[in-house]
């Protein structure tokens, strides 16, 4: 079946510390990968994807590379603010039929002046 | 270009009742996926609507059923409210057919309470 596992929460950073959240995949074939963020009392926004082995995503300082031997996609980001926190959540979707999106648990990110 | 948007924002409702919720889909997506998101937790699947088909389910009973009209709105509807119920609801639209039809874009979600 389909699985996405990410690391515990919640996490706490001080302002430009550097950030990785965990998360690995279980699934058939060739799954896309995504990081969604919620900002609180909001719904989901799209932070970045890969669709294939060895790409990396990026978007607004975070990047994720799919790595296809460790089914892993790790969130990372070299300098965080303030601004970034929230919860981060971990997806992948099937490149067939319905294509609906599983969804890891999510990871609390505050980030601390 | 309009984003999701969901109506109602909050709803309350009591065991036993019944509830629609409504999602007018991004412009220009003929796609729409409803999730359930219960508190600390990632959004399950619920269905999807493709050109007003249901075009898969996820692990959720019958009392859980939807619409997609022509112009791409949507509508969940959810009969015999249960306590469990109490969750954060999401629609997500997107395009199939075009080389982003895996990217889903996410509405602000209705929250609804049933007591």
């Known amino acids: 079946g389909n699985s996405v596992t990410q690391m515990e929460g919640p996490v706490t950073l001080s302002e430009e510390a550097f950030l990785t959240i965990n998360c690995t995949y279980t699934?058939?074939?060739?799954?896309?990968l995504f990081w969604y963020v919620q900002y609180p009392g909001e719904g989901l926004q799209l932070l970045l994807k890969?669709?294939?082995?060895?790409d990396k995503g990026s978007n607004k300082g975070f990047e994720a590379t799919y790595r296809k031997e460790t089914t892993s996609f790790h969130l990372e980001k070299g300098s965080v603010q303030v601004s970034d926190s929230a919860v981060y959540f971990c997806?992948?979707?099937?490149?067939?039929?319905?294509?609906?999106?599983?969804f890891g648990t999510g990871t609390r990110l505050t980030v601390i002046p | 270009e309009t984003g999701v948007t969901q109506s109602p924002t909050h709803l309350i409702k009591t065991r036993g009742q019944q509830v629609t919720l409504r999602c007018s889909s991004q412009?220009?997506?003929?796609?729409v996926s409803w999730y359930q998101q219960a508190l600390g937790q990632g959004p399950q699947f619920i269905f999807q609507y493709y050109r007003e088909e249901e075009n898969g389910r996820g692990n959720f009973p019958p009392r859980f059923s939807g619409l997609q009209f022509p112009n791409y709105s949507s509508e969940l509807n959810v009969n015999a409210l249960e306590l469990d119920d109490s969750a954060l609801y999401l629609c997500?639209?997107?395009?199939?057919?075009?080389?982003?039809?895996?990217?889903?874009?996410f509405g602000p979600g209705t929250r609804l309470t049933v007591l």
């Open positions: 699934a058939t074939g060739y799954p896309s």
């Open positions: 890969a669709t294939k082995a060895d």
């Open positions: 997806a992948l979707s099937q490149q067939t039929g319905a294509n609906n999106l599983f």
């Open positions: 412009s220009g997506h003929n796609t």
């Open positions: 997500a639209s997107s395009l199939e057919g075009t080389p982003s039809t895996d990217t889903q874009y």
